[in-house]
C-alpha cells in the first residue's frame, strides 16, 4: 500500500479539516516527504498515524507538537492554549511600547506556552520578564521554550494563582509592564467552540467564569499594586469583550489608552496606563 499527496488531501477534506492542502502539504514537510511520490513503508504509517489524530480533530501543532507565533516556532502541548495569531498583535503593541526604554521588567499572567512574553524579549534584548502560570506543566512548557530561544537568563518562572490572597507579595511589584491573554470565554460557550478548542485546549486556560470577565475582574484589582506609575498593562480581549474591559480597569482608576483591532478588525487588546 501507498499514500499519495492527493488522497491525503481527500481523506482531510471528507473528514471536514479546514484547508485540507495546506494540512496535506505541512503533513509531507515534517515526515520530509515529497509531495510528487506517494508515502510508503514506515512513512506510510507514521503519516496514516498523524491523519488519524487530526481526523477527531485534534489540532495540527498540538499533534505536531510546535506551532509558529510571531517571529519564531513553540513548543506546545496539551497542558498549553495553542498560540493564535489574533494574539500577534498584543505582542507588536508590546514592543512598541519597549523597545526603546532603559530595561524594562514585563509581567505576563498566564503565560501558557510563554508565546507572548518570549516574542518580547526576543525583540527587547534590553527587557526581562517574570512568567506566571497556575499550572505547572505549562510553565514547564514555556520553560523549554525560553531555552530553546535562549531566553532563560532574562526570565523568572513563578507557579501561582492571581486568585490567591498573597499574590502581589509572593510575585512583587514595579513591573513597567502587564501582558496577559486571560481565560475569558464565558463557561457556557465553551461547549459551542469548535473541538479544537474545546477538546485540545486546556479548559484552564478558556474558561472566564459565568459572564466571561472574571479573570479581568481580578487581575484589574491587582493591577494597580502590580505596576509602577506610568506603567501600561495589554490585555487580549475576546470577540466584543474590550469596551467593557476598559471599564472595569478604569473603575481600579487605570486610565485606557487605546483599544488596537486584529487584523481581522476585531477590537483585540486593551492598553491602559497607571
Ligand atoms: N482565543 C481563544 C479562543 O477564542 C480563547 C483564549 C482565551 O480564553 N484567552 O478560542
Redesign the pocket.
Known amino acids: 500500500m501507498s499514500l499519495s499527496f492527493s488522497e491525503v488531501v481527500r481523506i482531510l477534506a471528507e473528514g471536514k479539516i479546514p484547508s485540507p492542502r495546506l494540512e496535506a502539504r505541512i503533513l509531507f514537510e515534517y515526515l520530509e516527504l515529497n509531495q510528487f511520490a506517494p508515502a510508503e513503508g514506515d512513512k506510510e504509517a507514521q503519516l496514516r498515524a498523524l491523519l488519524n489524530k487530526r481526523l477527531v480533530h485534534a489540532p495540527l501543532d498540538k499533534i505536531l507538537g510546535k506551532r509558529e507565533f510571531y517571529k519564531n516556532t513553540f513548543a506546545v502541548s496539551k497542558d498549553v ?1 495553542s498560540p ?1 495569531p ?2 500577534e498583535i498584543l505582542v507588536e503593541a508590546a514592543i512598541d511600547l519597549t523597545e526603546k526604554k532603559i530595561p524594562q521588567k514585563i509581567l505576563d499572567l ?1 503565560t501558557g506556552s510563554g508565546c507572548i512574553l518570549l516574542s518580547i524579549l526576543a525583540d527587547c534584548p534590553r527587557a526581562c520578564g517574570m512568567a506566571v502560570d497556575k499550572s505547572e506543566a505549562a510553565l514547564a512548557v514555556a520553560h523549554h521554550n525560553a531555552k530553546a530561544l535562549n531566553l532563560f537568563n532574562r526570565i523568572t518562572f513563578v507557579h501561582a494563582d492571581w486568585f490567591e490572597r498573597d499574590f502581589v507579595e509572593h510575585i512583587g511589584s514595579g513591573f513597567d509592564l502587564v501582558v496577559s ?5 464565558p463557561t457556557a460557550d465553551i461547549l459551542t ?1 469548535e473541538p479544537e ?1 474545546r477538546q485540545f ?1 486546556p479548559i484552564l ?4 467564569g459565568k459572564d466571561g470577565f472574571e479573570h479581568y475582574r481580578r487581575i484589574a484589582e491587582l493591577t494597580p499594586h502590580l505596576l509602577k506609575q506610568g506603567g501600561h498593562i495589554l490585555l ?1 480581549a ?2 466584543g469583550q474590550a469596551s467593557k474591559i476598559g471599564e472595569i480597569f478604569e473603575h481600579e482608576g487605570l486610565h485606557l489608552i487605546e483599544i488596537r483591532p486584529d487584523l481581522s478588525g476585531i477590537e483585540r487588546c486593551v492598553i491602559l496606563k497607571k
Open positions: 492554549l493564535r489574533d494574539t498566564g491573554n486571560p481565560p475569558y470565554i467552540l478548542v485546549d486556560a478558556l474558561d472566564g487580549e475576546g470577540i
